[in-house]
């Protein structure tokens, strides 16, 4: 057994019960529950610019060190974003498919966990 570097790989758990080091993808259909951890130093390392959904499962979305915001897109049109401020050892568990994006307030370690099914991805609007 060799240690697996979780800023490089992801874990993927199967419904089989197989734990497995894989890729990280912000996508997938390997019918596992992925969890990913990211050093992230930019905005750009979080794709601000852009709202994700993952209509398959909630996600948890944990901050390790560090400080981000997490953002919820508007439900209803003309309603305003809604904001969590995340310092370091702090979680909040995004709904199933409710869009949502990340911004830093520092270099930040991050980990997720989510299934990554279906997983969506739209170019925020300035």
Known sequence: ???IDMFASALTFH?????????RRMTSD???????AFHVETDED??????????????????????L????RAEEP????EMVPLPAGTAVVVPRGRWHRLELDAPSDIMSVTLRRG????????
């Open 15 to 23: 419904p089989d019960g197989a734990v497995r080091a894989a890729e």
């Open 46 to 67: 979080v794709h601000a610019d852009h709202w994700e959904a993952h209509p398959a499962a909630e996600e948890a979305v944990c901050c390790l060190s560090g400080a």
């Open 69 to 72: 915001r997490i953002y919820f």
């Open 119 to 126: 997983t969506r991805h739209e170019k925020r609007a300035v």
């Open 30 to 36: 390997d019918g596992g529950w992925q969890i990913a």
């Open 78 to 81: 003309g309603g305003e974003e």
């Open 1 to 3: 057994m060799n240690p």
